[in-house]
């Protein structure tokens, strides 16, 4: 049981490149989102889903997809890197609406 | 719009000097407050989820307690091995279903 899973770990990427995040997890859970957390900012949300086929937006969905082909992955892509992007990006899932989230590692992007 | 307003920023203690973080929110109808661990370079983890006012859970060192309007995180007797960053989240009745979470507490515990 690998729990959540997120790649890669570390990320540097140039000004308008793009890329996606990947994030996996073999517990079966609905709901899933992706968060950015900042120093002094906190965790905030992305994007999330309740389920394959549904996603909505967060706070700051600005500059990023997501889609939710299978019950597994939720991968977030970045169209065209910011340097305000830079950040560490955390992938969490849920078995049910009140249940406490487990959270992945961690991606730590930076955009030059 | 949900709000969570945790303090201290950052708290030092010394081992066995027990103390409290305080979780402050602004919810529409209070679904559950969540209080969650983050050490270092990883990603936080669930501690305990706190559906309705008076509820008290605990876990080895920590008892987290819930108000109507706040929450607080009881730390008794820590140890250095409790230094971690505490993250305070809470999921109203109204928005989407995923929790709105504060900024956190950095707890340090000098030996």
């Known amino acids: 049981n690998a729990g959540v899973t997120q790649t890669p770990k570390f990320q540097v990427l140039k000004t308008g490149q793009s890329m996606t995040l990947q994030c996996a997890q073999d517990m079966n859970h609905e709901y899933m989102s992706w968060y950015r957390q900042d120093p002094g900012m906190g965790l905030r949300l992305i994007h999330y889903?309740?389920?394959?086929?549904?996603?909505d937006q967060g706070e700051v969905p600005n500059g990023y997809n997501v889609s939710r082909s299978t019950t597994e992955d939720f991968p977030l892509r970045l169209l065209s890197a910011a340097p305000s992007q830079t950040s560490v990006y955390f992938c969490?899932?849920?078995?049910?609406?009140?249940?406490?989230?487990?959270f992945g590692s961690g991606t730590r992007l930076t955009v030059v | 719009e949900d709000q969570v307003t945790q303090s201290p920023e950052a708290l030092r203690l010394q081992e066995g000097e027990s103390s409290s973080l305080n979780c402050s929110y602004t919810?529409?109808?209070?679904?559950?407050l969540f209080w969650y661990r983050q050490d270092p370079g990883k990603g936080p983890e669930f501690l305990f989820t706190?559906?309705?006012a008076g509820e008290e859970k605990e876990k080895e060192r920590l008892k987290a307690t819930l108000t109507k309007k706040e929450s607080f995180l009881h730390i008794t007797a820590p140890k250095p091995e409790d230094s971690a960053t505490y993250l305070c989240a809470v999921q109203g009745s109204g928005g989407s279903y995923i929790p709105t979470f504060g900024r956190g507490t950095s707890l340090i515990v000098h030996p």
């Open positions: 969490a899932s849920s078995r049910e609406l009140l249940y406490g989230y487990t």
């Open positions: 919810v529409s109808g209070l679904r559950g």
């Open positions: 706190l559906y309705s």
């Open positions: 889903s309740v389920g394959a086929g549904i996603t």
